[in-house]
């Protein structure tokens, strides 16, 4: 731990400060060597995470990892409303070899495959040329919260920052596909970015969709988000939303699509992101045999945002309590809040309803009854009936994690 | 006058001002040439650690390793199994057992 406190810091001074004078910055007394962390609060460790403003267009996040960059929202953000705002929106990639400059004159979107006619889209062909939508969605890692899975296991180890909500503006990729003309027999459709793998024979980032999930007119190719061109590091020029499912399917940077004819075989689609096929992708740690199946659709899941376990409310008083909820791949139907350790559970109110795959407020009023300890739990049932499990969700890789939320507090 | 021009102008301004907002704003795509952060921390020292700074560091920096969790000596070698075998990290048997040997001793359970 150690080691790696001085490390963190030595690396976090170089990106502000260069790499010159190192010697003399690491004997500094504590006080002036001192920086801005957070505590993501996990049993084992390491708890501790660099706040870091280094990144481009990017403001205040937690330094996950330096390059590839995982940044992640710090969790206050989400209590500021239900869109995230751009310079905050958490970044993920999987390579670190993807351009840090685009021209977009120069850039060009493929279409090819199993098409009546490949197509080289400019930018302007798709601010200009095709009909513009506009969809609020959530943009969450498989494997957001995967810190909190216990037993720990290895991967980003994520706390619940790596969501961000966003108003997406593009094309319906629906519409990119007809002017291409999809032939008969196309099976799927495979998406691909500027990002490139360091080692060269290593699988390129890919994904797919089927083809009827690819036309079904929601799936869009975006370059805008909350009104703004999309940042580098959330993928400019172009991304692929694919409304309700995991933001591994949201391919950045995306200038490849591939209309296939035969099952995609590629690392990332056939063997990579798999999940026990068992309810709610969860297992019981050390059991082994069960079969895998992809991550798809994103599951639903509340937080409170306004109280933190380890808070102090007032005892016998009203005390407001509001956070973030979404259904995953549907509508938010109810959130409900619970002051009792789950035995009770109590509606709270729905803010405006900004569209079915974004993040929805609640709020409410709550009076604990007792000095003490409290545990509030929050839980979110979405439009389909589907609500957040009250049990833990493992699996080895550490994804889908939706196990409903608790803080605990103390009434005084 | 007066009170006809204000509701014109009103309306006006309903008119025009969707069009600069948002989406006269996305008429066009701005070309970007921005700076990321790189890292150039290596891995704490300790028998090993030359293995782990020429096997891990190209691909990624050293945080990735830094922030994770203590593991069973048994996820340590999926691990590094994984990295050669699907993201083909080119890491010799023998460079692959000292990385294990330093992630089980410096990140490893019991």
């Given at each position: 731990m150690q080691n790696r406190d001085v490390l963190v810091r030595r690396m976090t001074r170089r990106l502000l400060l260069?790499?010159?004078g190192m010697g003399g910055l690491a004997l500094l007394p504590a006080p002036a060597r001192a920086e801005e962390t957070v505590d993501l609060r996990v049993p084992g460790g390491p708890s501790t995470r660099p706040i870091t403003t280094a990144y481009a267009q990017k403001g205040r996040m937690i330094l996950q990892r330096t390059s590839p960059p995982w940044l992640e929202t710090p969790f206050e953000v989400f209590d500021k409303g239900v869109f995230t705002p751009n310079h905050q929106h958490y970044v993920s990639w999987h390579w670190a070899n993807f351009p840090s400059e685009i021209d977009v004159d120069k850039f060009r979107l493929t279409v090819r495959g199993h098409v009546n006619q490949t197509l080289s889209l400019s930018t302007k062909d798709i601010l200009h040329g095709l009909p513009r939508v506009e969809l609020a969605a959530v943009s969450q890692c498989a494997g957001n919260s995967r810190i909190y899975m216990q037993p720990r296991v290895p991967g980003a180890q994520w706390a619940n920052g790596s969501m961000s909500n966003a108003l997406w503006t593009g094309v319906r990729l629906k519409d990119v596909l007809d002017r291409a003309g999809v032939k008969p027999g196309a099976l799927q459709v495979r998406f691909g970015g500027l990002d490139e793998p360091v080692v060269s024979d290593a699988p390129k980032f890919m994904k797919s969709l089927a083809i009827d999930h690819a036309r079904d007119g929601e799936v869009m190719i975006a370059f805008g988000m909350n009104g703004e061109q999309l940042q580098l590091l959330n993928g400019f020029p172009l991304k692929l939303i694919v409304p309700g499912w995991c933001a591994v399917y949201w391919i950045k940077m995306l200038n490849d699509i591939e209309v296939l004819d035969q099952p995609d075989t590629n690392y990332w689609t056939v063997t990579g992101y798999r999940v026990p096929d068992t309810p709610h992708n969860t297992v019981n740690p050390g059991r082994t045999g069960f079969k895998l199946v992809p991550v798809t659709r994103n599951f639903p899941r509340s937080f409170i945002t306004n109280i933190r376990s380890g808070d102090m409310v007032p005892v016998g008083t009203p005390a407001p309590a509001r956070g973030i909820a979404f259904g995953g791949d549907c509508g938010v139907a109810r959130v409900d809040l619970s002051i009792d350790s789950g035995k009770s559970w109590h509606p709270t109110q729905l803010g405006k309803?900004?569209?079915?795959?974004g993040f929805r407020q609640w709020q409410t009023q709550f009076t604990l009854p007792s000095r003490g300890e409290h545990t509030l739990m929050i839980r979110c049932t979405n439009t389909n009936g589907e609500a957040q499990p009250d049990f833990p969700v493992w699996n080895p890789a550490g994804y889908m994690r939706n196990t409903i939320e608790s803080s605990h507090v103390v009434a005084a | 006058m007066l009170r006809t021009l204000l509701p014109a102008s009103t309306i006006l301004c309903a008119i025009l001002l969707p069009l600069t907002g948002h989406a006269a704003r996305l008429d066009e795509l701005k070309s970007l040439n921005l700076e990321l952060p790189s890292s150039d921390m290596t891995f704490p020292d300790g028998a090993g650690a030359d293995a782990m700074n020429g096997n891990c560091l190209a691909c990624h920096s050293a945080d990735h390793m830094l922030n994770q969790p203590t593991l069973p000596r048994k996820v340590w070698e999926e691990v590094v199994d994984k990295m050669i075998n699907?993201?083909?990290?080119?890491?010799t048997p023998q460079d692959a057992a000292t990385v294990v040997d330093y992630l089980a001793r410096t990140k490893g359970t019991m």
């Amino acid at each position: 731990m150690q080691n790696r406190d001085v490390l963190v810091r030595r690396m976090t001074r170089r990106l502000l400060l260069g790499a010159a004078g190192m010697g003399g910055l690491a004997l500094l007394p504590a006080p002036a060597r001192a920086e801005e962390t957070v505590d993501l609060r996990v049993p084992g460790g390491p708890s501790t995470r660099p706040i870091t403003t280094a990144y481009a267009q990017k403001g205040r996040m937690i330094l996950q990892r330096t390059s590839p960059p995982w940044l992640e929202t710090p969790f206050e953000v989400f209590d500021k409303g239900v869109f995230t705002p751009n310079h905050q929106h958490y970044v993920s990639w999987h390579w670190a070899n993807f351009p840090s400059e685009i021209d977009v004159d120069k850039f060009r979107l493929t279409v090819r495959g199993h098409v009546n006619q490949t197509l080289s889209l400019s930018t302007k062909d798709i601010l200009h040329g095709l009909p513009r939508v506009e969809l609020a969605a959530v943009s969450q890692c498989a494997g957001n919260s995967r810190i909190y899975m216990q037993p720990r296991v290895p991967g980003a180890q994520w706390a619940n920052g790596s969501m961000s909500n966003a108003l997406w503006t593009g094309v319906r990729l629906k519409d990119v596909l007809d002017r291409a003309g999809v032939k008969p027999g196309a099976l799927q459709v495979r998406f691909g970015g500027l990002d490139e793998p360091v080692v060269s024979d290593a699988p390129k980032f890919m994904k797919s969709l089927a083809i009827d999930h690819a036309r079904d007119g929601e799936v869009m190719i975006a370059f805008g988000m909350n009104g703004e061109q999309l940042q580098l590091l959330n993928g400019f020029p172009l991304k692929l939303i694919v409304p309700g499912w995991c933001a591994v399917y949201w391919i950045k940077m995306l200038n490849d699509i591939e209309v296939l004819d035969q099952p995609d075989t590629n690392y990332w689609t056939v063997t990579g992101y798999r999940v026990p096929d068992t309810p709610h992708n969860t297992v019981n740690p050390g059991r082994t045999g069960f079969k895998l199946v992809p991550v798809t659709r994103n599951f639903p899941r509340s937080f409170i945002t306004n109280i933190r376990s380890g808070d102090m409310v007032p005892v016998g008083t009203p005390a407001p309590a509001r956070g973030i909820a979404f259904g995953g791949d549907c509508g938010v139907a109810r959130v409900d809040l619970s002051i009792d350790s789950g035995k009770s559970w109590h509606p709270t109110q729905l803010g405006k309803d900004e569209g079915e795959y974004g993040f929805r407020q609640w709020q409410t009023q709550f009076t604990l009854p007792s000095r003490g300890e409290h545990t509030l739990m929050i839980r979110c049932t979405n439009t389909n009936g589907e609500a957040q499990p009250d049990f833990p969700v493992w699996n080895p890789a550490g994804y889908m994690r939706n196990t409903i939320e608790s803080s605990h507090v103390v009434a005084a | 006058m007066l009170r006809t021009l204000l509701p014109a102008s009103t309306i006006l301004c309903a008119i025009l001002l969707p069009l600069t907002g948002h989406a006269a704003r996305l008429d066009e795509l701005k070309s970007l040439n921005l700076e990321l952060p790189s890292s150039d921390m290596t891995f704490p020292d300790g028998a090993g650690a030359d293995a782990m700074n020429g096997n891990c560091l190209a691909c990624h920096s050293a945080d990735h390793m830094l922030n994770q969790p203590t593991l069973p000596r048994k996820v340590w070698e999926e691990v590094v199994d994984k990295m050669i075998n699907a993201y083909k990290a080119p890491i010799t048997p023998q460079d692959a057992a000292t990385v294990v040997d330093y992630l089980a001793r410096t990140k490893g359970t019991m």
